[in-house]
């Protein structure tokens, strides 16, 4: 998920006046930058829980292919559709009409506040290396902890507090600097029996097979790569524009080398079943087994720097999806209005209490960290999927091309993004699918609410059936968790 280093979304972030313009190997340090949050710092766990190296190989060359095709999608759109600016649902919105346009904006944020409340949940389980009180981050203790950062930050930002070049240089420093160091001292102490005594993981019956084992990786490879449709917001200051696309797939396979390696190596120094049993973050554990103690405190100190300053950026960003939305239409007014400063209050506050109330269900839920970013990532297919349907739409209806111009290319990486995302639906398993139903469902009576607010007709034909459908949906989601008939989160 993106850090700190994202500029704030809001129209005054980006300057298209400066003198100073950023060459390639800046734009791609942005990008770098946008991708790289919590995840990595978890992902020797999140990976091993459920896949042996084999299965977290052909993951990463999934994830590969489906996000490439997704960074070419917002690429295309971005050049094709300079107009629609107010995000990915944007997409969803003109390809496939007012009810899928909101839903992709609802389920955006949902993924943004969830993934905070991630964020919150993993900073003080980073903690309890040091105050083992706060357990897995889901602790009273590490509840109490985390509200009292989350209304500091609130607090914060509402004084019109923003990003400082200061701050994300020490973030960007905590973040790429421990992840190198890792991959370079893991990768001297990897030892290749370690990690083929159980290449294919087959001989844990508890991962299933090798289809099984992927799809456990799916929506953890997707979560260390939300926000690369972010990187966009750089193209302002860029010196020549068309080193975005450059500095995207540069920025893109970067941090694809970097996830792999991190994930992989560590299968070479603990066994499947011992990196598994780690407490996140599991970097800490997998470089303590090779250097001792400080190798520990190091990835945690650098977890909880990195996290912090992505707290700040994404609690901008989870408040800002509704704002825009609001602003244009697709969601209730209320969610547009801003204080003097510029700070969209309304969203921010809203954003901010869902948060809130998220953590309180983390301590009678028990929620883990692994848990809130499986639902934030598969929050986020809705605006994944149809932004790739609408660049395929583009593409097969031609509009926006010129003629003669090819569209085969352009048609089969729409599709194929299209299907990655379906195919991460899949992966996503029963329960995290009922979580999101639940959450998205009551997004309908907002959207109804939008409507009526511009006097414009609330549900074509097709959409009033797609609406019926998710609410019933998320009614028995809901009743299915409380009856147990789906296991809960």
Not at 48 to 60: K, N, S, T
Not at 323 to 339: L, W
Not at 358 to 384: D, E, G, K, N
Request: hydrophobic letters at 55%.
């Amino acid at each position: 998920m993106t850090a700190a280093d994202i500029p704030s979304t809001s129209t005054t972030s980006i300057s298209t006046t400066r003198e100073t313009k950023l060459r390639l190997g800046a734009l791609t340090a942005l990008v770098i930058g946008s991708m790289v949050g919590s995840g990595v710092f978890s992902l020797p766990q999140n990976m091993a829980a459920g896949a042996g190296p084999l299965a977290i190989m052909i993951g990463w060359a999934i994830t590969a292919v489906g996000m490439l095709a997704l960074v070419f999608v917002y690429q295309s759109l971005a050049t094709r559709k300079p107009d629609l600016d107010a995000g990915p649902y944007a997409y969803a919105k003109a390809g496939f009409g007012p009810f899928i346009g909101f839903n992709s904006a609802w389920g955006y944020w949902i993924s943004a506040w969830v993934g905070n409340v991630s964020y919150a949940v993993v900073v003080f389980s980073a903690l309890s290396y040091f105050v083992p009180a706060f357990g897995d981050g889901n602790t009273w203790q590490a509840v109490l902890g985390a509200s009292v950062l989350l209304w500091v930050i609130h607090f914060l930002v509402m004084a019109g507090v923003r990003q400082a070049a200061v701050v994300n240089m020490i973030v960007t420093v905590a973040k790429i600097a421990p992840i190198v160091l890792f991959i370079g001292v893991v990768l001297v102490a990897f030892k290749v029996d370690i990690f083929k005594a159980d290449f294919t993981g087959l001989g844990n019956a508890g991962l299933g097979s090798i289809m099984n084992q992927v799809r456990s990786t799916m929506l953890v490879t997707l979560w260390v790569f939300i926000g690369i449709e972010g990187a966009s917001v750089f193209s302002a200051r860029a010196e020549r524009r068309k080193d975005i696309a450059t500095a995207t797939v540069l920025g893109f396979f970067t941090c694809l080398a970097l996830y792999a390696l991190v994930s992989l190596l560590s299968v070479g120094i603990l066994s499947q079943p011992d990196l598994a049993a780690l407490k996140n973050p599991s970097m800490a554990g997998v470089l303590e087994a090779v250097v001792g103690r400080w190798g520990a405190v190091l990835i945690n100190l650098a977890l909880v720097i990195s996290v912090i300053g992505a707290f700040l950026s994404w609690m901008l960003l989870a408040a800002e999806v509704p704002h825009v939305a609001g602003r244009d239409g697709t969601m209730p007014k209320f969610f547009g209005r801003e204080n003097a400063r510029g700070v969209p209050v309304t969203s921010l506050l809203i954003t901010n209490v869902l948060v809130q109330v998220f953590l309180i269900i983390t301590l009678f839920a028990q929620s883990t960290y692994q848990a809130l970013f499986y639902i934030a990532s598969a929050a986020i297919l809705v605006p994944y999927i149809f932004s790739g349907a609408y660049a395929a739409k583009l593409a097969i209806t031609g509009e926006s091309y010129l003629a003669g111009e090819n569209r085969t290319g352009p048609m089969l990486i729409g599709l194929l993004a299209t299907v990655y995302g379906l195919w991460l639906v899949y992966a996503a398993g029963l329960s995290y699918l009922f979580m999101c139903a639940i959450l998205y469902a009551p997004g309908t009576v907002f959207f109804v609410w939008a409507r009526k607010e511009r006097g414009e007709r609330v549900f074509h034909p097709v959409e009033a059936v797609l609406a019926a459908a998710l609410v019933a949906v998320g009614l028995y989601a809901a009743y299915a968790m409380w009856t147990g008939a789906v296991s809960a989160l």
